[in-house]
């Protein structure tokens, strides 16, 4: 599996038909919908979490957690590592005359760097997966989805009636309609 | 199916709409600075110099011009160090453990909850820092090999434990708050109209666009995030306190120290919060999101932990005297009655009583009534830290050896200097950055069950 999530660049891309919501209850109810009449919705922009959309847009489970526990799991060989070999092996230091090997005072700062290691191993791959870039260039579709318009997208294939997706947009309240093409917009409504 | 709750009190007041919110939140963003920004800052900018002045005259003269000596070693530099380290810990127990219990209230005070936990931690590290003395040899206290000058560091020493808490405490909450103002920053990028507003948050939006799928990974990772920051939240004062507890001085040698640590730095940090969100509910014109629910909220916090703190306060009184310790004894009856009495009654006055005032409804929402126990919160924990460092120092194991201790000017200047430092960021954060997390108030807007 490629790390980058491939499905989130709209480069490339044939057109795009675009549905602009401002409720999200109309928008559950619209994208249900359009996924009941066998539309596949190429992705839903939000300003805000709506819960369910990941679902009806068949988005596959994230496997973070997962990478957690292994970013978790070297942080903690690395650290272990890391004080056996300093205050063990390569200069044995006699500390009250406490026996060289593991003791509990190492404890604090396995788990301290097993934390940092977790938190920026996984992040790493969070941002790299959603592709979060600083300086990328933002491919947005409504200057307003990051405000108070929530926005569907579907790409077209051939096979695609255009018109039976935008009129059962309309049905299903959307405000307005566009369609994206090699970076050309066109307003629908 | 999806029902809008009609028992609780809605979390957002005044009918607002997604628009309002962005609209209200960035109102200080997108406009010029107000006359109480400027004037806020300018006073902030003033203790900056205050710091700046403290420092120089520390660095150039050495830590001589402290008064720290034999045998109060540890004076005003670690009780401030204590007293902003506690005061980080409230932002990221609002924003981690109350996401782990699913306290939706938490929304609207989390982010500049975290990004006072940042600032205090900044404040907190100067005083270890510069009471090494040789501060350009700082880095002795990181695992560098042996040939970088010192020996390998010793992994059995708190005082080691407490450079990997701090510093990982501060990388951990500064990328939580970070993660969590991305969507934010790409709202600001699409509704600013300078052009170097547009380069600089659309730099730091990293491309965000809201897609559904990045929202739901995101919503793990905070998670993810929060199921680790609790364990470290609780980690970095119990390290800070095991600083003491394991010592052998009388009144620090206790096992109860980390309970009631960790404890007291979400009484204190609770008590920053809510004197910051008191005022900057004022002053922004936040009254519909940061409500008197979430004061009061924040002040039935303060009374528990205040409470624990204070039934902290009289066991180890009682295990003092049940331990037959004379040591022991004496260290806590020299508390209480010796040359120090004030500030331990100072101590017991603002952290145990005062707190108790917050049974009554009306105490717990009244803004200004509010912002007063926050200020006398924060000045009883500052003096708890007194307490413990100054008065079990200054009479050791050999009287001939006992002495009184007060700061200098020099170390008061550092202490109100920091001050100056905390919001000289915190107003830099208001105005350029969301102080309310605009993304997360959307979301609940509509009272869901």
């Known amino acids: ?189 | 199916m999806i029902h809008d709750s009609i028992l609780r009190d809605r979390l957002v007041t005044g009918d607002k709409t997604s628009s309002d919110v962005t609209r209200d939140i960035l109102r200080p963003i997108l406009n010029n600075p107000s006359k109480s920004w400027k004037i806020g800052f300018t006073i902030s900018v003033i203790f900056l110099g205050i710091f700046a002045i403290s420092l120089f005259n520390t660095l150039w003269n050495g830590i001589g011009v402290w008064n720290i000596n034999k045998s109060v070693m540890w004076g005003w530099d670690i009780t401030n160090f204590v007293f902003w380290i506690g005061i980080g810990h409230a932002g990221t127990l609002i924003s981690a453990v109350l996401l782990l219990f699913r306290q939706k209230w938490r929304m609207s005070i989390n982010r500049s909850a975290e990004a006072m936990t940042i600032f205090a931690v900044v404040c907190a590290a100067m005083f270890p820092v510069f009471h090494m003395g040789r501060v350009w040899v700082g880095y002795w206290a990181l695992p560098l090999p042996n040939a970088f000058g010192s020996l390998w560091v010793n992994f059995n020493s708190p005082l080691l434990w407490d450079v990997f808490a701090i510093s990982t405490y501060f990388s951990v909450s500064l990328l939580f708050w970070y993660i969590g103002l991305i969507p934010d920053i790409a709202t600001i990028r699409d509704k600013v109209t300078s052009k170097l507003g547009k380069a600089m948050y659309g730099f730091f939006s990293m491309g965000w666009t809201g897609s559904t799928r990045t929202w739901a990974r995101y919503e793990l990772i905070s998670l993810i995030l929060a199921g680790l920051s609790t364990p470290l939240v609780l980690s970095v004062h119990t390290i800070v306190s095991t600083d003491f507890a394991t010592s052998l001085v009388p009144g620090w040698h206790t096992t109860i120290f980390p309970p009631y640590f960790v404890a007291g730095a979400i009484f204190s940090g609770f008590g920053m919060v809510a004197s910051l969100l008191v005022v900057a509910r004022k002053v922004m014109n936040y009254e519909n999101y940061i409500t008197i629910g979430h004061l009061d909220a924040m002040c039935k916090i303060i009374m528990v932990t205040g409470s624990i703190v204070g039934i902290a306060y009289l066991t180890e009184f009682f295990i003092a005297w049940y331990s037959g310790n004379e040591y022991e004894q004496y260290a806590f009856a020299n508390r209480a009655f010796g040359p120090y009495w004030w500030a331990y009654w100072s101590m017991m006055s603002c952290n145990l009583i005062a707190p108790q005032v917050f049974w009554f409804r009306w105490a717990r929402t009244t803004p200004w009534f509010i912002f007063i126990m926050s200020i006398v919160v924060n000045v009883g924990m500052w003096f708890e830290r007194f307490v413990i460092i100054v008065t079990s120092l200054h009479r050791d194991y050999l009287p001939s050896s006992w002495v009184m201790y007060s700061g200098s000017l020099t170390e008061v200047g550092l202490f109100l200097g920091t001050f100056g430092i905390f919001f000289t960021f915190f107003f830099l954060f208001a105005k350029f950055l969301p102080v309310i997390n605009m993304s997360e108030i959307k979301s609940i807007m509509r009272n869901r069950e």
Not at chain 1, 97 to 116: D, I
Not at chain 1, 140 to 146: A, E, F, S
């Open chain 1, 1 to 189: 599996m490629a790390i980058v999530d491939k499905k989130l660049t709209l480069r490339n891309r044939n057109k795009i038909l675009v549905g602009v919501w401002e409720d999200e209850d109309n928008l559950l109810a619209a994208a249900t919908a359009l996924t009941a009449a066998g539309i596949h919705i190429h992705d839903i922009y939000t300003p805000y979490p709506v819960h369910g959309l990941d679902r009806i847009i068949n988005a596959r489970r994230s496997k973070l957690a997962r990478i957690a526990f292994f970013c978790a799991l070297i942080g903690l060989t690395l650290m272990t590592t890391m004080i056996w070999y300093m205050s063990v092996y390569d200069w044995p230091m006699n500390v009250g005359n406490k026996p060289l090997r593991f003791t509990p005072s190492w404890s604090p700062v396995m788990f301290e760097g097993t934390v940092l290691c977790t938190a920026f191993g996984m992040s790493f791959f969070f941002f790299w997966r959603n592709r979060l870039v600083h300086g990328i260039k933002n491919e947005i579709l409504d200057i307003r989805q990051t405000d108070n318009r929530l926005v569907v997208a579907v790409e077209t294939t051939s096979n695609m009636d255009e018109k039976a997706i935008l009129t059962m947009m309309r049905k299903n309240g959307a405000l307005e309609l566009k369609s994206f093409h090699k970076g050309v917009q066109t307003i629908l409504k």
